[in-house]
């Protein structure tokens, strides 16, 4: 078995550990089924994509939470996908499945930077660190991340779409790694490393009271 | 999937399998187990939250733990504003 075939067991190992990986809803390319579905893969992208606006579009000094009526309407068509498949009220499809993830995405990652500051883990994680408002006040209406900003998310969600839907079916080897190696990351980064920040800070603030 | 192969790790019993049984312990439940923790700990926010304002607590808490992350933003965009002089909400 050669070393690239070794990464991608690893990295079909990782994206098991996170999602149900059926073959009808993952998308091919490269010619390699990718390490997670359709769904979470648009999710994943989407989220890289809301951390790249973040440096600017963020309102430094506002201390209120992302447009949450715009950040809902990005988020809804995902939900509504997901439990009307789970109803049987339809089957979706691999497009819709990336377009929902990608839009669920680029509004959860402002939201969860935002959460940051509200956490424990306030100012203590790298690079996200600098990103964060200086103060998280939920009733405050001046967004730290407007509908503007979460309306470019959208777009360059849409942009997002037609780019990685036109590599669906390419043999070429290096789009499956140009996208694979950035969602195995963010796998690693949100579902292992920031779980344990949280405990740990979790764990260090309740000594600390007591 | 990954229960068959979690199965031939243990199976072949060598080290590497075992460190990767280790994280798939590890990811299959201790993770789970923090975000459950942290889903409860913000849906008990949203109760408390929700009955400083006299709102229904108990509602939005169901509607939270029902649908997680969406709840929370749905419970932010509709509840109301606090008043300075709002009364306290009536004893149950």
Redesign the interface.
């Known amino acids: 078995m050669s070393l690239a075939d070794e990464i991608i067991n690893i990295f079909n190992f990782i994206g098991s550990l996170v999602c149900h990986q059926k073959q009808e809803r993952t998308l091919l390319i490269g010619g390699h089924f990718l390490p997670v579905c359709a769904r979470d893969t648009g999710g994943l992208i989407g989220l890289l994509l809301g951390y790249a606006l973040l440096p600017f579009f963020r309102r430094k000094r506002a201390k209120g939470p992302p447009n949450l009526y715009v950040s809902l309407a990005m988020m809804l068509p995902l939900l509504l996908d997901s439990f009307g498949q789970l109803f049987g009220l339809w089957e979706s499809t691999n497009d819709v499945r990336l377009i929902t993830g990608l839009l669920f995405g680029s509004a959860l990652s402002p939201l969860l930077v935002y959460a940051l500051t509200l956490s424990p883990l306030k100012g203590k994680v790298p690079l996200l660190k600098n990103l964060e408002p200086e103060a998280a006040v939920l009733d405050d209406r001046d967004s730290w991340f407007g509908a503007k900003a979460l309306t470019i998310g959208t777009v360059l969600s849409v942009v997002s779409f037609a780019v990685v839907r036109s590599l669906v079916g390419s043999e070429f080897a290096l789009f499956y790694w140009v996208l694979s190696v950035p969602i195995i990351i963010e796998i690693v980064l949100h579902f292992m490393v920031l779980p344990l920040l949280l405990l740990a800070a979790a764990i260090a603030r309740f000594i600390k009271r007591r | 999937?990954?229960l068959e192969?979690i199965i031939s790790l243990l199976i072949a019993q060598d080290e590497w399998g075992l460190g990767?049984l280790g994280?798939?312990v590890?990811?299959?439940l201790i993770?789970p187990i923090?975000?459950f923790i942290?889903w409860i700990l913000v849906a008990i926010w949203v109760y408390r939250d929700a009955e400083s304002r006299g709102m229904s607590g108990v509602m939005w808490l169901l509607i939270v733990i029902l649908?997680g992350?969406?709840g929370i933003?749905?419970y932010?965009?509709v509840r109301k504003?606090?008043s300075p002089n709002q009364p306290p909400p009536p004893p149950s």
């Open positions: 999937m990954l192969y990767l994280l798939s590890f990811m299959c993770i923090v975000w942290v649908l992350l969406l933003i749905i932010l965009v504003d606090k």
